[in-house]
């Protein structure tokens, strides 16, 4: 203070005289602080004196002085405004280093009224303005004070006020865009610090009495704060200036000094506080309030996190996106630190569900990137640390993502179904989106209808779509294509992801079958478009996501059941037929509840009635059309049932306007007059059977009830000009409740809730009012609905592969057929292994003959190569071995996918021989294919003869044979065999072409390439398999090795056919080798 220009000048004439006058018999005057307002430091230097604290420090130690007393003085440097910027600077400076240094601590004297003095003084710091540089200095120690009074041991005792305070402050500093963006970024980083030790302090928190007491005296329905809780503002991104007098601002405009931001920040909190703030400037132990008895705890934290749920919201056009993103880094952090613990206390968990979760999803439909990648990062966070209790909120975006993701309408054929045959072969059939839409009947209902739609659909945020619209007009770019698989994908990394959805959703009637349709997705977009070939990381993500489920299960270690799955799957095939029911029933009441009383949904009572059975379906199923249920239960006919229906709803302790807000919500009114008169009357009747106190009897009932239809109609129909007031309501409604009027008090209530909140039938709204009805209805659902709950077990793995192959084996069967590189082939092999193995453990022989018969085709050994062909396969000698270059052998050499498709087949036949069951015709017309193009390998092709020894199947005979007279039949085939065992070629036969050199080398690699099959392995096996596959097999030889029908035709001699000897041979040494199953086999 001494080397600053301001205080360079002075004089002794301006210094207060202070022992030395009294000394010498001089009178002193009182000095005060009105006396010399121009001179704050020596009015600072006369309270020091005055109060004797430089005795204090020399007499004592430091530690043992009441903490108050040693911060005061710095305290009302701080408070002052009529300090520059270096002195205040300093005074924060100073206090800092009490902290930091230890000189105070928890067990210093008063400690806890101190800190909240410290705190509160520092929200309430004030400097004279200079350049924006030096302030924004002062602010950054502010913040560095701020931090450290919070994240310190002593932080501890603060209270609730005070840390609201301090959070509030930094906010506004946050949000303050006069500021510079370094200072901003500090203040978000200071408040990121701050977060962590407060969330952290969730964690020893036991219980939340005392915030729930507050909270008890509170209107629950208009949310508001008690008195008593501590409270903060939503900051703003700019601020009014400072209200001031107008003999203030004149001194201002005369002495050409502008208040620092520091001021316009936080002067309206001080100017709230001002009257608690100052006290008597001779008493500096009472600056601040009694000490505090109870420490900070779940109150502020819940204001906290109030606060920041309410920056996000998407509709405050006063928010700004920097805002939002300022707000999303700090809530992150929360949920990381202490995400598990809020969920422990009902008052943090209700915020994280409803508002919380409802401003976070209509935030992932931004195309900013950077505010989507920060919103997909917290809706992350929430979802791993609290996923218990928002299942129906994580069903919802998880649907969001696939529509999101999936093509929008109009997009061609980029839709492609996958399709199994009945001989197990996968197809791909591309269809067309609008001709899926249009395939919808008028009563086709989605199976997720019971959630809000955050895209498609009625109710959703987005504009209608225009006449001149392009289909591809709300197409998402690529970033935000990927940056939301990217979030689909991180939620699957979890091992139980996807059995958790099977289990939590698909196997639950009140949820969507999310399970079904994530493995869709993922399947349609692991392959790229079909027109126009484009690999991009979104496939590869997809198609990654797809085999980690299957490695999920074959990694999946035993573990106890939740829940049997034979229970799973009864409840998921109940679930199926009432889907079915509800979508009859939109078509045709009649139709729906025939098929649901045939397949046993709506059951007799005793006495042979099912109106309870049928208007409990019609009470729970969510599925069902708004308006056809209004309409069925409008008719005459069905008034019993109407009365059964509202009977299931409880109307105890509501007033009338909100149970008929419950009723209408549930179904669309009708719109005859008649219809709605007739459930008018029938809600008014039961809901007097409550015996509510305002009403006198069931007619005044009946006609306060269509009265509220009609405020309602008159308050927010926008064809209405003259609204109807309060005193016109309560005229419309006078003298006659029972010839008295309605109490007043209770008419207001229900006048104003009306007006304020319209009650939104279903099906009727678009947009953000549509939305939150939806939304309204997701929250009451989640009271009722089970908690997720995480399923760590393979018991559920049967059901689930059995339910999805067909999809996963199509996306592997074509990731392998387009692949252009080894990794992508890779992963596609890799996929065939796991989808055998867990075929061949769950005993699925559709799934692993499905996957052979695939293969097989992929590996081009199907084709006849030399069925056009007369003249022998030529023979060339390379290192000593003989080749035979057939057109078979250098296709397969020189196909680089065939070879592999071709060893991946073998490969699974050695380790699931016992799977196969039709996929073996494929495989023996294979091994008929090489046999005929001299690709066996030896040991296949020779056997023992009692009289030549070991002899191989020649191709070809030696000479031809001559033709036998008319309608001789000679069909013994081992009767012939001896003339035909020569060499496979005759030597004066002349051959095909001399082959290339390209030709030598793919028959060479064909023939290495045929020795990784393991043939003879397979052969070996082939003898001891269990008794249905065997079975299989040799009807299999029966098929491919004997044309039973050509040979019944024929009226010459049967021709010499090498296939039929080979089959022949391996019939006669399994028969031999299984000589107990001969009955069986032969």
Known sequence: MRKNARWSGMTVSGLNMGDLGQRMGLRTPRFTKENHPQNEVIWIQYKLKEQKLFTKLYSSYVRD??????????????????????????????????????????????????????????????????????????????????????????????SDEAVCEMMETGLSMCCQMRLSEMLRRSAEHVMINIIVAMFERLKVLEDEWQFVDLQSETNDDEKEVSSNAPHMKTPRPTLSPVSKSEDDEKVKEESGTESSDTEQILSEKTEE???????????????????????YGLPSIRELLRVLISLLNPHEHTHTDSMRMMALSILNVAFEVGGRSISRFET??????????????????????????????????????????????????????????????????????????????????????????????????????????????RTNDYPKPAKGYQPDAMAISGEVRELLLECLVQCSRTSTFLIDIWYNYDCDISCGDLFEELIQFLSKNSFPDLQNYSLTSFHVNCFDTLLSFIKQMVKRSEDEDLVPVDELLRRKARKKIILNGAALFNESPKKGIQYLTENGIIEAD?????????????????????????????????????????????????????????????????????????????????FFEQKPSEIADSLAAQILAYSIIMLNTDQHNPQVRGRMTLQ??????????????????????????????????????????????????????????????????????????EQTWKPIVASISYAFSTAQDDTTLEKAIEGFYHCSLLASKFGLHNVVDSIISNLAMMSGLLTKANSD???????????????????????????????????????????HSNSLRSSWTKVL?????????????????????????????????????????????????????????????????????????????????AVICVSAFNLE??????????????????????????????????????????????????????????????????
């Open 65 to 158: 002085m009441d903490t108050l007393t040693l911060v005061t003085p710095f305290l009302d440097v701080v408070r002052s405004g009529n300090t520059t910027g270096s002195i205040a600077g300093t005074a924060l400076g100073s206090i800092e280093k009490f902290l930091h240094y230890g000189i105070i601590g928890l067990q210093s004297p008063n400690i806890g009224t101190a800190m909240n003095a410290l705190a509160k003084a520092a929200t309430r710091c004030k400097f004279e303005a200079s350049d924006a540089a030096s302030d924004e200095l002062v602010l950054l120690r502010m913040l560095q004070l701020l931090q450290m009074i919070l994240t310190s041991e002593c932080g501890q005792v603060l």
């Open 273 to 295: 506080n001002e009257s608690s703030t100052e006290t008597p400037q001779d008493t500096p132990t009472t600056t601040a309030t009694a000490t505090v008895e109870v420490a």
């Open 348 to 457: 943090l968990r209700s915020l994280v569900m409803d508002d919380f979760c409802k401003y976070l999803f209509q935030l992932a439909k931004t195309n900013s990137i950077q505010l989507l990648a920060s919103t997909l990062r917290v809706i992350s966070t929430v979802f791993d640390t609290m996923r218990p209790h928002l299942k129906l909120q994580h069903e919802l975006f998880l649907f969001f993502l696939i529509e999101r993701l999936s093509p929008p309408p109009g997009a061609g054929t980029r839709t492609i179904v996958a399709d199994v045959d009945d001989d197990g072969n996968v197809g791909f059939i591309p269809v067309s989106r609008e001709h899926s839409l249009e395939t919808r009947g008028p009563g086709h209902v989605e199976i997720r209808s019971a959630s809000p739609n955050m895209f498609l659909g």
């Open 606 to 686: 005793k006495e042979n009635d099912t109106k309870e059975s049928l208007a409990y379906f019609l009470r729970s199923t969510q599925q069902l059309n708004k308006k056809s249920l209004g309409e069925y239960l409008g008719k005459p006919e069905n008034f019993e049932l109407l009365q059964v229906f509202m009977r299931q709803f409880d109307f105890k302790g509501k007033r009338m306007d909100e149970a008929l807000r419950i009723v209408l919500e549930t179904f669309r009114l009708p719109g005859e007059s008649q219809q709605i008169m007739r459930v008018a009357d029938t809600f008014a009747d039961v």
């Open 728 to 801: 016109d309501y309560m005229r419309n409604v006078r003298g006659v409740n029972a010839g008295q009027d309605f109490s007043k008090e209770y008419l207001v209530y229900i006048y104003e809730a009306i007006r304020q909140d319209e009650i939104v039938m279903p099906e009727e709204h678009e947009g953000r009012l549509g939305f939150n009805y939806a939304w309204k209805q997701l929250l009451h659902r989640a009271n009722s609905a089970a908690p997720f709950t995480s399923c760590d077990t393979p018991a559920y793995d049967k059901a689930m592969f």
């Open 869 to 911: 062909s007369s003249l022998p396969d030529p023979i060339v000698e390379v290192a000593g071995q003989k080749y035979v270059i057939s057109r078979l052998a250098v296709r397969l050499g020189h196909n680089y996918r065939n070879q592999l498709a071709a060893v991946t087949m073998f490969t699974i036949i050695n380790k």
């Open 925 to 1005: 017309q294979i091994i008929r294919n090489l046999f005929v193009n001299s690709m066996l390998p030896d040991s296949m092709i020779h056997f023992e003869d009692f009289l030549a020894g070991s002899i191989s199947i020649p191709l070809k005979p030696k000479s031809p044979v001559p033709s036998k007279q008319n309608n001789r039949r000679d069909g013994s085939l081992l009767s012939t065999l001896s003339s035909y065992l020569l060499s496979p070629y005759s030597n004066d036969e002349s051959y095909r072409a001399d082959p290339t050199e390209e030709e030598i080398e793919c028959a060479m690699s």
């Open 1017 to 1082: 392995k397979i052969l070996a096996d082939i003898s001891v398999l269990e008794t249905e596959p065997l079975i299989c097999f040799m009807k299999a030889i029966g098929t491919v090795g004997y044309d039973s029908k050509s040979i019944e035709s024929t009226t010459t001699t049967i021709p010499y056919d090498p296939t039929t000897i080979l089959f022949l041979q391996f019939m006669v040494t399994i028969a031999d080798r299984n000589i107990n199953r001969i009955d069986i086999l032969w």
